[in-house]
């Protein structure tokens, strides 16, 4: 898996450029010029983050805002600073291919992936509202999360087209459907 470093070096960055980034990295976060050769290090040698998103009851707005943003730019995001295994949204596979996809990311990168998850997971009738690849989205996301190093949620917000009333699904998160 490629590094910063690499990304960078293949961007035609030269070292010294490299170098003056690790300097303004480590002033902007407050710390001395003795941690400038530790954080070069870090991105010489660690894998970019990797990346599984995935997706419950939610309209796409989400994924819609970040394919859009304009700083920094998703390709940019995509392509240098993480390392994006799985979102179905974006990926070029579907069905099956991208079922297993997922599985084989789950599986190369377990305990060291960051899990995104966008929308809500249907909570009424044991999370049939929400199937994916044949198993509620609830389940999926209890073992997704269970190996992941973390979980970052975002989703519907309360009065949110999700969340409208009448809603048999009783999505977590939605104040307007309990």
């Known amino acids: 898996m490629d590094t910063f470093y690499d990304v960078m070096r293949r961007h035609g960055i030269s070292r010294r450029s490299f170098m003056k ?14 941690f400038v050769p530790r954080i070069a290090h870090a991105m010489e040698t660690k894998p970019r983050t990797p990346v599984i998103w995935i997706s419950g009851l939610e309209c796409t707005c989400c994924s819609e805002s970040f394919i859009r943003s304009a700083h920094p730019l998703a390709k940019d995001v995509v392509l240098s600073m993480i ?55 609830v389940e999926q996301l209890k073992e997704y999360a269970a ?6 949620a975002w989703g519907p917000v309360p009065r ?7 809603n048999p699904t009783r999505p977590m998160r939605c104040r307007s459907t309990r």
């Open 147 to 152: 190996d992941a190093k973390a979980v970052i």
């Open 21 to 34: 980034y690790c300097s303004l990295t480590a002033t902007s976060l407050g710390l001395g010029p003795a």
């Open 160 to 166: 949110g087209v999700v969340c409208r009333r009448p």
């Open 83 to 137: 390392s994006l295994d799985y979102n179905e949204v974006l990926m070029a596979a579907s069905g099956h291919q991208a079922e297993a996809a997922l599985e084989e990311a789950r599986k190369k990168h377990k305990g060291n992936y960051i899990l995104a998850v966008e929308g809500n997971p249907p909570l009424n009738e044991d999370g049939m509202y929400c199937i994916v690849g044949g198993r509620p989205f």
